[in-house]
């Protein structure tokens, strides 16, 4: 069974950083792009950013470029987002997603992690 | 970049047919994937590349794409189908969500 399961949200300060980690099960993790997706109270689904497979490429929102970072370490089966100049419209839920087949369909994702920044 | 919109509600009777729309240019070039999400919940694949189930997605779901608009069709509506729903597209290099349309069954 395909599980995904993220951690490390909180709350921070305008500014701050915080590190989100997903960690995938029951697939295996090399073989998938993946992906970080929020939802802001009251607002729709929001993209944040991709990695390939391999880690070789990533891909960020505008909202979030120069201040995000999407990693992964397939060793560990795991991807992350370090979140770095933290703003108040970053607060969402952040929800790691899998590339299931090509044209970025994700069929699997996480349960989330609350991200608050408060200003 | 490229731009979806959808309907910010849409009304359906109970066993009546909901239709929810995703709006784009020339979207008909494009493949379109809808995601329910329900309240509480993570969003789930309810249908890909246009008009492709998941396995566990009851047939009652259906969509199409055609000129400038994508359609996600849930017939028999059921009151576990009042969710919001998204499209979603990708677009040099990123990824487009529809503003989202929360169905409410009646």
């Known amino acids: 069974e395909v599980q995904l399961v993220e951690s490390g949200g909180g709350v921070e300060g305008p500014g701050g950083s915080l590190r989100l980690s997903c960690a995938g099960s029951?697939?295996?993790?090399?073989?998938?792009?993946m992906s970080w997706v929020r939802r802001a109270p009251e607002k729709g689904l929001e993209w944040v950013s991709g990695?390939?497979?391999?880690?070789?490429?990533?891909d960020y929102a505008d909202s979030v470029e120069g201040r995000f970072i999407i990693s992964r370490d397939n060793a560990k089966k795991s991807l992350y987002l370090q979140m770095n100049s933290l703003r108040a419209e970053d607060t969402a839920f952040y929800y790691c997603?899998?590339?299931?087949?090509?044209?970025?369909?994700?069929?699997?994702w996480g349960q989330g992690t609350l991200v608050t920044v408060f200003s | 970049s490229f731009e979806l919109t959808q309907p910010l509600s849409v009304s359906v009777a109970l066993g009546q047919t909901a239709t929810i729309t995703c709006g784009g240019k020339?979207?008909?070039?494009?493949?379109v994937h809808w995601y329910q999400q329900q309240p509480g919940q993570a969003p789930a694949l309810v249908i890909y590349?246009?008009?492709t189930r998941p396995s566990g997605i009851p047939e009652r779901f259906s969509g199409s794409n055609s000129g400038n608009t994508a359609t996600l069709t849930i017939s028999r509506a059921q009151a576990g189908d009042e969710a919001d729903y998204y499209c979603?597209?990708?677009?040099?290099?990123?990824?487009?969500f529809g503003g989202g349309t929360k169905l409410t069954v009646l």
């Open positions: 997603a899998r590339v299931g087949y090509r044209d970025y369909v994700f069929d699997f």
């Open positions: 029951g697939f295996t993790f090399h073989d998938y792009g």
């Open positions: 990695i390939t497979g391999n880690g070789g490429r990533a």
């Open positions: 020339n979207i008909v070039t494009r493949s």
């Open positions: 590349w246009d008009t």
């Open positions: 979603q597209v990708w677009d040099n290099n990123h990824v487009v």
